[in-house]
């Protein structure tokens, strides 16, 4: 069952004499992000689609043929590589849950995604800061945008990114779509819990991200860079390379490493 009051919980039974796994996969589509997370429960959620169809491959890999359910979806922003593979899994799977941000753009792939949203029937959550999706012990946080943005044009596309922090027992990880340095310190004033094991770095490894001051609090151990290979900007930037090396954190790229698997039982992780 599914409640919303401003907040996605998912009830069910299950044993718990047996062991829980939350599993998170970080897909190697190209420049550009997607994320399939699955839950003790077997919830299903995906963060993103790429830049193509290759987000059908990657599900394919890692749900059974015969599942044609998503239970979230969620788009960060409505960038073209992130909203574009989006538009390919709408048609091909029932998506139970949609959360976005509502922002206003002008092109195909924008109008694309809404008309396919409207076409999917999905329960639409507009998301905003302090939101909370649960899924038994695993709990999905919003910290940003801290407003509603439904609707409304934005300079900056990227600033207006979903960043969700996914805590499992003493295992976390930290999602950043492709926020710039500007929310990275919004989000140290407004004192967010920042603080992960995992963190998605934003945008691709940009310069534009990925602040000392912020990596200072998130602290994590690991840092995973979804990055095309070859790619014309240029990305990862080697002062983010550096800077995470400075603090002995784990790189994992999918332009080296392909997908890439993190298995937490809630105590520990393990990096497949």
């Not at 409207?118 to 038994?136: F, K, P, T």
């Not at 926020?179 to 989000?187: H, I, N, P, W």
């Not at 691709?204 to 991200?209: E, V």
């Given at each position: 069952m599914l409640v919303l009051i401003n907040i996605l919980v998912w009830i069910s039974v299950y044993d718990l004499s047996q062991p829980q796994y939350l599993e998170v996969s970080f897909f190697d589509v190209g420049q550009g992000d997607s994320i399939f997370i699955e839950t003790p429960l077997g919830h299903q959620i995906l963060i993103d689609g790429g830049p193509d169809s290759t987000v059908l491959e990657k599900l394919a890999n890692e749900m059974p043929f015969?599942?044609?359910?998503?239970?979230?979806?969620?788009?960060?922003h409505p960038e073209h590589d992130h909203i574009s593979g989006l538009i390919d899994v709408l048609e091909s799977f029932e998506v139970k849950n949609i959360l976005w941000t509502g922002v206003k753009r002008n092109n195909y792939e924008y109008n694309e995604w809404k008309?396919?949203?409207?076409?999917?029937?999905?329960?639409?959550?507009?998301?905003?800061?302090?939101?909370?999706?649960?899924?038994?012990?695993?709990?999905l946080f919003v910290l940003w945008p801290d407003e509603n943005l439904e609707n409304k044009e934005v300079k900056n596309i990227n600033n207006s990114s979903?960043?969700?922090?996914?805590?499992?027992?003493?295992?976390?990880?930290l999602f950043?779509?492709?926020?710039?340095?500007?929310?990275?310190?919004?989000?140290?004033?407004?004192?967010?819990e920042l603080k992960s094991n995992v963190l998605k770095v934003a945008h691709?490894?940009?310069?534009?991200?990925t602040g000392e001051e912020f990596l200072k609090e998130v602290f994590p151990e690991v840092a995973v860079i979804e990055v095309g290979k070859n790619n014309r900007y240029g990305h990862p930037h080697q002062e983010i390379l550096d800077e995470l090396e400075k603090y002995g954190i784990k790189i994992l790229r999918t332009d080296r490493d392909g997908d890439i698997k993190i298995i937490s039982d809630g105590l520990n992780y393990i990096i497949k």
């Open positions: 015969w599942d044609k359910e998503i239970d979230l979806v969620i788009l960060t008309k396919r949203v409207r076409e999917e029937n999905s329960n639409v959550v507009i998301a905003q800061s302090d939101q909370c999706i649960r899924s038994g012990d695993v709990f979903i960043v969700m922090r996914l805590v499992f027992g003493r295992v976390s990880f950043e779509g492709d926020a710039f340095k500007s929310v990275e310190k919004k989000l140290i004033e407004k004192n967010k691709h490894g940009s310069k534009t991200s």
